[in-house]
């Protein structure tokens, strides 16, 4: 049910955000690139081969999102990147983001879905007399032991206690 939910709620956002076909790469180009173009190419290679690797149609699954936080850490990113590196850059964000959102949202639909179903079991224990009356006679049973345990250890303690007090 939640998956479907999210599936419906993310849909909208991972359809809007940058595909891989609006960051067109141009390395067809045979001429001589100095040091920080290499650097740059590599960057954005690197940046257009995580974007091929993604799903076009879903968000990022937890490997995934771990996968491309792993490659952007590791790439180094110039202050003067061209645009392209840039448009690469905001997709590759833009996926993960959403990714990290779907993840987020089905973590806390899973836990309020258990958490409406523990407030309906306590529900039904509360209108019920013969639930109410079981329950109090568990805890009290319960209760009864601890506190004969806590009793007996503490009856104990004091007993040694007072026979080590040196006498006066």
């Known amino acids: 049910m939640s998956s479907e939910f999210i599936d419906s709620f993310t849909?909208?956002?991972?359809?809007?955000?940058p595909s891989p076909s609006s960051a067109r790469l141009d390395f067809d180009s045979e001429e001589p690139q100095p040091r920080d173009n290499i650097q740059?190419?590599?960057?954005?290679h690197a940046l257009h081969a995580l974007l091929v690797s993604f799903p076009s149609s879903q968000p990022l699954n937890a490997q995934q999102i771990c996968n491309a936080v792993s490659v952007l850490s590791r790439l180094h990113f110039s202050v003067d990147s061209d645009s392209e590196e840039e448009a690469l850059k905001h997709i590759v964000v833009a996926k993960v983001m959403v990714g990290l959102y779907t993840k987020a949202l089905k973590i806390y639909l899973?836990?309020?879905?258990?958490a409406e179903a523990e407030a309906e079991w306590w529900r039904e224990i509360e209108h019920s007399?013969?639930?109410v009356a079981w329950y109090l006679l568990q805890s009290a049973l319960s209760l009864f032991l601890s506190l004969s345990r806590i009793q007996g250890h503490t009856s104990t303690d004091f007993s040694n206690t007072?026979?080590?007090?040196?006498s006066t």
């Open 11 to 17: 849909r909208a956002l991972n359809a809007s955000s």
């Open 110 to 114: 899973d836990q309020a879905t258990e």
């Open 129 to 131: 007399k013969l639930n």
């Open 162 to 166: 007072s026979s080590s007090l040196p």
């Open 40 to 44: 740059a190419s590599a960057t954005k």
